[in-house]
């Protein structure tokens, strides 16, 4: 069907009535290829909910399961971020490198951080700070570790997100607000979102499957927008690419490991042999 004929508002209406009818089903996870898509689709739920809820009240029918909507959308670090030598960063490998230079537990433990996501407790729940935080100028001046993720920790963590339609922006200014990072805060609210919007990857490639997805709801309706990409998206999540050079040199390193073994069987043999004779 051509663009503009308004797939997504239809989609989005008829899932959101559907959840509403049936609270077991507490999850949309909408996939979308593209970051902007992601966007446009988080802009369009915002009209429909807005729109229901409208006509709901006006019928004397609006509820709370009705109004509790919580919408995410998550996508790289580099869209999400408020680290400028992050979101500077010329690539979005060269972006992730430098965030985890900052929020590796290791470097956090170096720095006398207080530890972080294996010791998660109840989400959004709201509870005591765990520690002091430093101040954000003077961790943006040494870029040890980011302010924001730090912030997060101790208080973002365990807190309740309000409810709403976070697109991009919307994400960004929360985390501004609050000095939160927002990508880890909104990586943090899919767990508990009715509706996460994300990029296909994120539920297909079993890499980042793993550590994104994991906790979703198995409950969840999901839609896969533009779903004759998927084969694409799925031969490059499950490809490998390797180098000649690289192969080259996996074989040399086979060579010399290979020589190696035989050199010490040799001088083995030949020990035995005057041990023995
Ligand atoms: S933790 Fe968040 S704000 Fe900090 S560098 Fe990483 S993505 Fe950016």
Redesign the pocket.
């Known amino acids: 069907m051509p663009t503009g004929t308004g797939k997504t508002v239809t989609l989005l209406s008829f899932i959101c009535s559907y959840q509403l009818r049936r609270p077991e089903v507490s999850k949309l996870i909408y996939c979308t290829r593209t970051v902007g898509e992601m966007d446009k689709v988080l802009q369009e739920l915002e009209r429909v909910l807005k729109y229901r809820n409208e006509q709901l009240a006006r019928e004397n029918a609006l509820t709370d399961a009705a109004t509790k909507i919580l919408a995410v959308g998550l996508t790289t670090?580099?869209n999400?971020?408020?680290?400028p030598?992050?979101?500077n960063a010329e690539s979005r490998e060269d972006?992730d490198a430098?965030?985890?230079a900052?929020?590796a537990s290791w470097v956090r433990a170096s720095h006398g951080a207080a530890s972080s996501q294996s010791e998660s407790r109840g989400l959004f729940e709201r509870d005591a700070p765990r520690s002091s935080v430093v101040p954000t100028e003077e961790l943006l001046a040494n870029d040890s570790l980011?302010?924001?993720?730090e912030k997060?920790e101790t208080e973002g963590r365990d807190a309740l997100i309000p409810n709403g339609v976070y697109t991009l922006d919307a994400m960004l200014s929360f985390?501004r607000a609050r000095g939160w990072?927002?990508?880890?805060t909104a990586r943090h609210a899919i767990n508990v979102a009715n509706v996460v919007v994300y990029n296909y990857q994120y539920l297909l490639d079993p890499k980042i499957a793993g550590l994104i997805s994991r906790e979703l709801a198995r409950e969840s309706i999901v839609v896969f927008d533009e779903a004759h990409n998927i084969d694409n998206v799925c031969i490059e999540a499950l490809s490998v690419n390797l180098r000649h050079d690289a192969l080259n040199r996996c074989m040399g390193n086979l060579q010399r490991l290979t020589a190696r073994v035989r050199e010490i069987k040799d001088s083995d043999a030949e020990r035995l042999q005057t041990e023995y004779s």
């Open positions: 670090r580099r999400l971020c408020l680290h030598s992050v979101t972006a430098i965030c985890r900052m929020t980011c302010p924001y993720y997060f985390g990072c927002p990508y880890y």
